[in-house]
């Protein structure tokens, strides 16, 4: 189920990867989680779906009839989302008949994550062709690459983690180094400090790209998408 934010209504879900690996502030990643993701964009490439609640939104209408979405001036109807079925990976597609509500909300933030990516000319970048190698071909690859690239470009952006802000951390948090003497298991901490921090990063990015948006959800999005009343 999704929550919502009282103040608004769009749907405010957790992805799966927020929920296989209870992902919040001041919670690191286990040591099992650095054998699974080996690059932090793969989080937005496997449609991690992130939560926020500081965007800034409009209510909607009571009934929004056949429209499932409203992003600025875009309108999402059932007809347009199928067009988009064929530029989404496989696994979101597959949410179109088991989770209709994450399934429209993986269609507004993959646009806001496309468009931003365009606006910067992303498609021209190395991080965009190392992306776009990993699996050419496929109908959904070009924007794939796209939003890798970008929050790539965002989390390369983070200050260097120093020796003195990573003790600190560990100082600070020891039950999340449970059996690790810093100097003794140091590159292993800093994986799991830098995992942290980048996955937060691309957390707070996406909550970024939502508040520049006034953004409308139907709130009947299963009911139009799969024809129940």
Not at 191 to 201: P, Q, S, T
Request: glycine share 4%; proline share 6%; charged share 30%.
């Amino acid at each position: 189920m999704c929550e919502r934010d009282s103040t608004t209504n769009y749907p405010l879900p957790k992805s799966d990867f927020m929920r296989i690996f209870s992902l919040k502030e001041g919670t690191l990643m286990n040591k099992q989680t650095l054998s699974i993701i080996t690059i932090v964009v793969a989080i937005i490439a496997i449609a991690l779906l992130l939560f926020s609640t500081r965007e800034r939104r409009e209510p909607a209408p009571p009934d929004m009839g056949n429209v499932l979405a409203v992003i600025d001036d875009l309108v999402i109807d059932v007809e347009e989302a199928e067009r988009r079925m064929e530029r989404l990976p496989p696994h979101t597609r597959a949410l179109r008949d088991v989770d209709p509500d994450l399934f429209v909300t993986q269609l507004v933030d993959r646009h806001l994550l496309v468009e931003e990516a365009q606006r910067r000319g992303i498609q021209g970048s190395e991080l965009y062709q190392q992306f776009y190698e990993d699996n050419p071909g496929q109908p959904e690859s070009h924007d794939q690459a796209m939003i890798q690239a970008l929050v790539q470009t965002e989390i390369q952006r983070l200050p260097p983690l120093t020796v003195e802000l990573m003790r600190e951390i560990y100082n600070e948090r020891p039950d999340d180094f449970l059996g690790m003497q810093f100097d003794r298991h140091q590159d292993t901490i800093r994986d799991l400090i830098a995992h942290e921090r980048d996955v937060l990063r691309a957390l707070e990015f996406m909550d970024e790209l939502r508040a520049e948006s006034t953004i409308q959800i139907n709130h009947r999005a299963r009911e139009v998408l799969l024809g129940e009343e």
